[in-house]
């Protein structure tokens, strides 16, 4: 069984002693920066000049300073960019500033993992990443509960990582919930085959199909998207909630004897091969060479594919049925090209 940290493993008084720049203030930065605020923590976000979000952030009380102002006092530093303008912000105007023994904190494995953030070694390095985005992990602290998290040490220096890793995460609310003890290269690996596979890729591909072939077929687009895609949410949360088995238990029995006949028949071995084809490239780092060559060419490839996919068929439907039926998509921050 792995490592479960709760609320009585951890000391909130290690972070408490001490200054942390939260560096970014979108998803993860906001829920940081004010539960880290509002367990009693000093915190300074840390944001380039003229960031819209430097009103938003000022306005939630929170101190606002240019990134190496930030930097500069700060004895944690959590770093809460896109994973792929981190290298870059880190070179440049982290760590020239950083102070010390400073502690570098991430939500995400990924720029430690695949060697684009090398710290010299007098710096703790942490992570603390939230199993839920930054929304979620705001609105749960406020009711009093926590979203789960990750949390690995990759560097000890302090001799005191551990200490301060689970103080960071208990004062994010994520031991009321659990922090599980992992690596940054378990951590890293498996979040990105998660989303590839599974959770992103995987799931949008096999509605997007299901959609193309009851279309195909000669059924109405707004009946195939109630069936493919907008039920999903019932059945994930049956899921969360007890697992494959709770899905079953709640669905007719001819849905869980359609489910047993032909998911294999959907889903074949072959899948699973690819799944080993995509992990193997996560593993190696192709993947990780791909994206970020296509970030530095200034995404020429991310951003065909996000105009492709958004384009599809599904979405048109989709954007009509939501505003029939009165659906809001409630994320002030969500800027998708989608939105009406
Ligand atoms: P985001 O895109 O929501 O926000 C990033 C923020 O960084 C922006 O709001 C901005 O303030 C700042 N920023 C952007 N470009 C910058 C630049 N060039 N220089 C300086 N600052 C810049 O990102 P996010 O989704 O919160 O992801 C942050 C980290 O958290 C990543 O490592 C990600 O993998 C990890 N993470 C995210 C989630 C999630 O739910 N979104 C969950 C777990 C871990
Ligand atoms: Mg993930």
Not at 275 to 298: C, E, P, S
Request: charged share 25%; proline share 3%.
């Amino acid at each position: 069984m792995a490592e479960i940290f709760y609320d009585d493993d951890a000391d909130l008084s290690v972070i408490q002693g001490k200054k942390v720049a939260v560096i970014g203030y979108g998803s993860q930065g906001h829920a940081h920066a004010l539960n880290l605020r509002d367990s009693g923590v000093e915190v300074v976000v840390g944001l380039r000049e003229g960031s819209s979000s430097w009103a938003k952030a000022t306005e939630q009380g929170l101190k606002v300073a240019e990134i190496p102002e930030a930097v500069k006092d700060a004895d944690v530093v959590m770093i809460l960019t896109p994973d792929q303008v981190q290298r870059t912000v880190y070179a440049e105007q982290i760590a020239p500033n950083l102070k010390e023994g400073a502690a570098l904190f991430f939500a995400h494995g990924f720029n430690i993992r695949y060697g684009y953030i090398e710290p010299d070694a007098s710096h703790d390095i942490c992570m603390v990443a939230p199993k839920g985005p930054g929304h979620t992990v705001r609105r749960q602290y406020e009711e009093g509960r926590g979203v789960p998290a990750i949390v690995a040490v990759e560097n000890d220096a302090s001799g005191e990582a551990w200490d301060l890793t689970l103080s960071y995460a208990k004062a994010m609310g994520a031991t009321r919930a659990g922090a599980i003890k992992t690596t940054f290269t378990e951590e890293t690996e498996t979040d990105l085959f998660g989303e590839q596979t599974v959770l992103c890729g995987g799931v949008s591909q096999l509605i997007t199909y299901g959609f193309e072939t009851l279309v195909e077929a000669g059924y109405q687009p707004e009946i195939a998207y109630f069936e493919v895609l907008h039920e999903l949410k019932l059945i994930v949360d049956l899921i969360n909630e007890g697992g494959l088995t709770k899905q079953r238990w709640s669905i007719s029995d001819t849905a869980e004897y359609g489910d047993y006949v032909s998911g294999e028949r959907v889903i074949t071995p072959e899948v699973k091969e690819n799944m080993k084809a995509v992990l193997a490239d996560i593993q190696d780092g192709t993947f990780a060479k791909r994206f970020i060559a296509d970030q530095d060419a200034g995404a020429p490839e991310f951003m065909k594919l996000r105009e492709e996919h958004e384009s599809h068929p599904i979405e048109q439907t989709g954007r009509e049925l939501r505003e029939a039926f009165g659906w809001t998509d409630d994320d002030e921050d969500y800027t998708g090209t989608a939105r009406r």
